[in-house]
């Protein structure tokens, strides 16, 4: 819905590209943590209900036991916040690595790109490309990986020294004969179970934990903001001066991240009912011109005026009513012919004007 709603020179900007891109890691599945806080805020309360009916219960037999469990629970905390450290601390790194593994990967993979592909001779170089991006991107991820795989051979290692002293203990209770048997029974259980729970608790912390990072991506691409006017905007000209005259005074515009302006110092007066076209050269500026004309893009410098006054007045939403711009770019909807044509539901599709404009 964002991007639906939202300008579109944001749309195309690098930074709100990457903020998406962590947004929709953060939400990609049903399983991801982001989408599961209600789940992991239950069985947060259930593990804190259980760890403290336990840490009651093995208290009154041995307080060192106790002691020893929440000591080795403080190590395993450890290593997840360091894990979980390192994984923040890479994400910007290992999420420019997947866009741009992905956008590579797409280019070659889009018919479109095949005619420049086979014309330039660069199909040994992009798949060399590539596989490096894929071994960069494939070694980034590994890293969490094993930082998680430590984090899990710590934890096996804190069970098994917390066992040992835990069990070691009731042992010498039953030696001295301070402790019954079925107690022994009944403790020895109560302690496997307060490691579970604790380990609960720790896990479920850390999702939470994560799960607020990943909300944070979300939070900011829906916050992501705006340039053009969306609030009230002058009135649009009305009907019997249309199409009102359009001008370009001192325009340039430079696309986020460039070094140079894709167009620069442009004056231009498109008069009421002139038509007019725009010849030139690959990346010239022509699509820039149009998409600055519509006021899909606003100028880095200079103004565009529609009817006299500068686009920034009006209402986006509003200004668009009066602009019909075709680009190069083909989407087709998953329908027939007729419906990609009418861009219309079957029964409001004219079938006449489909054929008409088949026919043109």
């Known amino acids: 819905f964002k991007q639906i709603n939202m300008d579109y020179e944001q749309l195309e900007h690098p930074d709100f590209k990457a903020v998406m891109d962590k947004s929709e890691k953060a939400v990609d599945s049903n399983h991801a943590l982001a989408m599961n806080i209600p789940r992991t805020l239950v069985q947060l309360l259930s593990n804190v209900f259980g760890f403290l009916l336990y840490a009651g219960v093995i208290a009154r037999v041995h307080p060192v036991i106790l ?14 916040a360091r894990a979980r450290k390192y994984r923040e601390s890479t994400r910007e790194e290992r999420g420019k690595l997947s866009s741009k593994y992905t956008a590579l990967q797409k280019t070659m993979r889009d018919p479109a790109s095949a005619k420049d592909i086979r014309l330039y001779n660069a199909f040994s170089w992009l798949s060399g490309l590539l596989q490096t991006l894929r071994k960069q991107n494939r070694d980034a ?64 912390i850390s999702d939470l934990a994560k ?22 905007g002058i009135p649009l000209p009305a009907m019997d001066s249309l199409p009102p005259e359009i001008r370009f005074e001192n325009v340039s515009y430079t696309y986020p991240k460039a070094e140079k302006p894709a167009l620069r110092n442009i004056n231009l007066t498109i008069h009421p009912g002139e038509q007019l076209a725009i010849v030139g050269a690959n990346g010239a500026g022509k699509t820039t011109l149009v ?5 899909l893009y606003i100028p880095t410098e200079g103004k565009v005026f529609y009817a006299g006054k500068p686009l920034s007045e009006y209402n986006r939403d509003e200004l668009y009513t009066q602009f019909s711009p075709v680009f190069q770019d083909i989407h087709l909807i998953s ?26």
């Not at 990072?213 to 009230?232: H, I, K, S, T």
């Open 67 to 80: 002691i020893v469990l929440l000591f080795c629970s403080a190590v395993n905390w450890w290593a997840l």
């Open 211 to 232: 799960s607020a990072v990943d909300m944070e991506d979300l939070q900011a691409a829906l916050q992501y903001p705006d340039r053009m006017n969306m609030g009230m």
């Open 291 to 295: 998409k600055l004309l519509c006021g």
């Open 335 to 360: 329908t027939d012919i007729k419906g990609n044509v009418s861009q219309q539901p079957p029964d409001l599709t004219d079938d006449e004007k489909v054929a008409q404009s088949l026919k043109l």
């Open 141 to 204: 991820e590994k890293q969490v990986l094993t930082k998680q795989m430590h984090v899990g051979l710590m934890d096996s290692a804190m069970i098994l020294l917390r066992d040992g002293i835990a069990y070691g203990l009731l042992i010498l209770l039953i030696l001295q004969n301070k402790m019954e048997l079925g107690e022994f029974v009944f403790v020895f259980a109560a302690i496997g179970s307060l490691g579970g729970w604790i380990s609960g608790i720790l896990t479920a």
